[in-house]
């Protein structure tokens, strides 16, 4: 069990670019969260995988992001023609979850920066 | 919708003194509850965890009980260290889906 791991760990962009980032979460977990958490607040949720599909997306995801698990095993998020506002710490985290309240596992998060 | 709230802080402590970092929440249905901690240039890390009114989370020398008639989950702990600076942060699961909705956060700070 490694962990869950985010790539990369820091990215700088301008205003306008496109970025994507990777998660691979715990080896078999079914379940997958992205979260996003800006300087003195708590995560928010963003979006959830049960295996490939897509159940669940945070009115905060705007058009111009998308997720994806194509595999039902590592996750990509793209965020398209960016804005300052992006700037943030995102999260993922992944739970073998059979039942309400299982342990999510976060990983480290990739920390955006517009300029 | 649901929400938790924390404490402000920062909250800065002597080693040994106790620590309650209050926690208060509001959900429809029947909510599990969370505290997480993120230690200095880590992630998040699960600490402690109850799923229903009156159980009791502990962990690390650190406790928390599920009061349903005060809508909280209080954090304490009677002796703290140096080792626990860190940001905690309460939670609550609702769904099916089981996401978090998170607090703030508090900033604590052990001197030695």
């Known amino acids: 069990d490694t962990g869950v791991s985010q790539n990369p760990r820091h990215k700088i962009t301008k205003r306008g670019q496109n970025v994507t980032f990777r998660c691979d979460p715990i080896?078999?977990?079914?379940?997958l969260y992205w979260y996003r958490q800006t300087l003195g607040q708590g995560p928010e949720f963003l979006t959830y995988?049960?295996?490939?599909?897509?159940?669940?997306k945070s009115r905060l995801l705007s058009d111009r992001f998308s997720a994806e698990r194509p595999k039902g095993s590592f996750s990509t998020l793209e965020i398209q023609r960016t804005e300052q506002g992006d700037s943030a710490m995102y999260l993922c985290?992944?739970?073998?979850?059979?039942?309400?309240?299982?342990?999510?596992?976060f990983g480290p998060g990739t920390r955006l920066t517009v300029l | 919708g649901d929400s938790v709230t924390q404490m402000e802080g920062p909250v800065t402590l002597s080693e040994e003194a106790f620590l309650t970092i209050n926690c208060t929440y509001t959900?429809?249905?029947?909510?599990?509850l969370f505290w997480y901690v993120q230690y200095p240039g880590e992630g998040l890390q699960l600490l402690l965890k109850?799923?229903?009114?009156?159980d009791k989370g502990s962990n690390k020398g650190f406790e928390a009980t599920y009061r349903k008639e005060t809508t909280s989950f209080h954090l304490e702990k009677g002796s703290v260290q140096v080792s626990d600076s860190a940001v905690y942060f309460c939670?609550?699961?609702?769904?099916?889906?089981?996401?978090?909705?998170f607090g703030k956060g508090i900033t604590l700070s052990v001197r030695p």
């Open positions: 985290a992944s739970s073998d979850a059979q039942f309400q309240a299982d342990t999510q596992y």
């Open positions: 080896s078999e977990h079914n379940r």
């Open positions: 995988f049960q295996n490939e599909a897509q159940l669940e």
């Open positions: 959900a429809t249905g029947y909510p599990s």
């Open positions: 109850a799923t229903k009114a009156d």
């Open positions: 939670a609550l699961d609702t769904g099916a889906n089981s996401k978090l909705t």
